[in-house]
C-alpha cells in the first residue's frame, strides 16, 4: 500500500509539472562539436485510441541526421509512450555507431526512472530495463 500511495504522489507531481511546462517555450540547443543529440517524446491520442511516437538526431550545427515518428498500441498512461519513444530512438541510433550521444526527452518521470539506480517497480519496469541496456551499446551517453 505505502508503494502504492508513493507511485500515485510521484505521478500527481508529474501531472503537475506537466501542466506547467505546457505553458513553457522550448527552444532547441544543439550540442557541442562532434557530439549528436537525439530528441525524442510521444503522445497518448485518448480520442483515437492510439499513441505514437516522434524521434530526431540532430549535429551541433542543428543538420537533420534521422528522423522518424510511429504509432504505438494503446498505452496506459504518459510515462509509458515516453519510454517507448526514447527506447524506438536509441534502437535507430545504435547501429550507426554513434561515439556520444546525448538525449533528450521531457518527461520528468521518465527521467527520473531511468537515472534511477534502483530496480524498476513499476509497470514499466520492461521498457526501463530495455532502455538501460541499450544504452550499454553506446560509448557515452
Not at 33 to 55: R, Y
Not at 94 to 108: A, K, Q, R, S, T
Request: aromatic letters at 8%.
Amino acid at each position: 500500500m505505502e508503494h502504492a500511495l508513493l507511485l500515485y504522489k510521484e505521478y500527481d507531481e508529474s501531472q503537475k509539472s506537466f501542466v506547467q511546462a505546457q505553458d513553457m517555450i522550448y527552444k532547441w540547443h544543439p550540442p557541442s562539436t562532434a557530439i549528436l543529440k537525439l530528441n525524442t517524446d510521444g503522445a497518448v491520442f485518448a480520442n483515437l485510441d492510439s499513441s505514437g511516437f516522434g524521434v530526431i538526431l540532430r549535429d551541433y550545427q542543428g543538420k537533420v541526421l534521422l528522423s522518424a515518428s510511429g504509432r504505438e498500441s494503446v498505452v496506459q498512461d504518459p510515462i509509458e509512450i515516453e519510454l517507448l519513444a526514447i527506447l524506438r530512438g536509441l534502437q535507430l541510433c545504435i547501429p550507426m555507431g554513434i561515439p556520444e550521444l546525448i538525449v533528450e526527452f521531457d518527461y520528468l518521470l521518465s527521467i527520473q526512472a531511468i537515472q534511477s539506480m534502483e530496480d524498476p517497480m513499476s509497470m514499466q519496469g520492461n521498457l526501463i530495463y530495455a532502455i538501460k541496456d541499450l544504452m550499454n551499446y553506446l560509448p557515452k551517453v
